[in-house]
């Protein structure tokens, strides 16, 4: 019954390709995010959604595009991958657009080689 | 949002209070103090947060200075299971989305 789960935990690929990581949360929240914990540990917020709608978008390359079928899910694409996309990719949700609590997924290390 | 600035470690016994301080001196009257963790590898963990008044909650208390340009968090019996990255974060929640900027954080280390 984890909260938020994400996967894969794992990823593996080479320069060039075109991944996706899918993420879902069983919390019933309107809100969900994703986030970039770089190899120097700092993370940053990518994009949030909110029942479905964009509503962060911050300075990602456009190779990044996050898709949200329904609010319960919130997936991120990524078109020909470059190294510097390694990095722990990290889901999270919260009740709403401006709940001080976001509930974080277990990551999803992706590695470009 | 305002910056904010944490030691880069700390060390506790096991069993005792660990006080974890976070400068924040450039705060706006209208923005949150909040406080998240990351155990190794894994994904943050929310804490405990505050506007003014001290808070406490079944993981930490929260301490915030008068004039609230700084802030400790309190865990108030320190086990194994507490080392871990802790964060302070300065924002304004907003209807525009709540956007936790992490800083580099203070790596708590609780030992025997």
């Known amino acids: 019954d984890t909260a938020v789960s994400q996967t894969p935990k794992y990823l593996v690929t080479q320069m060039g390709n075109d991944k996706s990581i899918k993420c879902e949360q069983n919390l019933g929240h309107d809100t969900m995010y994703w986030y970039k914990q770089d190899s120097k540990k700092f993370l940053k917020i990518m994009f949030s959604y909110n029942n479905k709608e964009l509503i962060i978008n911050e300075t990602v390359p456009n190779r990044f595009s996050p898709k949200s079928p329904d609010k319960a899910h919130l997936n991120l694409h990524i078109n020909s991958l470059e190294l510097g996309d390694s990095a722990v990719y990290f889901c999270a949700s919260s009740e709403n657009r401006g709940s001080y609590e976001q509930y974080f997924g277990p990551g999803t290390r992706l590695t470009v080689t | 949002d305002a910056k904010t600035t944490q030691p880069p470690s700390m060390d506790c016994a096991e069993g005792r209070a660990a006080n974890l301080p976070c400068n924040h001196s450039t705060i706006s009257g209208n923005e949150y103090v909040y406080w998240y963790r990351q155990i190794h590898s894994q994904g943050p963990q929310y804490i405990i947060h505050?506007?003014?008044n001290n808070e406490t909650n079944e993981m930490a208390s929260l301490i915030i200075t008068e004039d609230r340009k700084s802030s400790t968090l309190i865990l108030p019996h320190a086990t194994l299971r507490d080392t871990a990255v802790y964060y302070c974060?300065?924002?304004?929640?907003?209807?525009?989305?709540?956007?936790?900027?992490f800083g580099t954080g203070t790596q708590l280390k609780v030992e025997l």
């Open positions: 974060i300065v924002r304004v929640a907003t209807g525009g989305g709540n956007k936790l900027t």
């Open positions: 505050g506007l003014k």
